[in-house]
């Protein structure tokens, strides 16, 4: 097989993957098991990596060149970046401890004054 045609079906298993990665992050559903990602960049790697061998041309062979950097990348960060999945601290339906914030008005509000109604208590970090 040519280099060309190396470098095109390692791009072509290296966007699906990625495209997929990117959907269930967006979704938020990544999955816990990675193996089948993994194996899915590997294999782009490799038929990058033998594009590369095989004198793919100028433009084949930046697109093996790029498919092998992200390829890595993904692998690499995959590899080191796992983290811990610890139990929540709060269960659902668990009683929590009574604390005051500042509402959006800027003023004090106090958990319970939602004392024996149900609610949804949600925290974020804004970006600002």
Do not use: C
């Not at 190396?6 to 999955?31: D, H, K």
């Not at 193996?35 to 790697?45: D, E, P, S």
């Not at 992200?70 to 709060?90: D, H, I, K």
């Amino acid at each position: 097989m040519s280099g060309g045609w190396l470098a095109f079906w390692s791009l072509a298993i290296a966007g699906t993957a990625g495209f997929r990665w990117y959907r269930a992050l967006a979704e938020v559903r990544v999955p816990r098991v990675l193996i089948g990602y993994q194996v899915a960049f590997a294999l782009a790697f490799a038929l990058a990596v033998a594009a590369i061998g095989n004198a793919p041309g100028f433009l084949w062979g930046i697109v093996a060149f790029a498919v092998t950097l992200a390829s890595t990348a993904y692998l690499v960060l995959s590899f080191t970046g796992y983290q811990q999945r610890n139990a929540p601290t709060v269960q659902v339906g668990s009683p929590i401890l009574d604390f005051t914030a500042l509402d959006s008005d800027g003023k004090p509000y106090q958990l319970s004054s939602l004392h024996g109604r149900p609610f949804l208590l949600k925290f974020f970090r804004g970006h600002w």
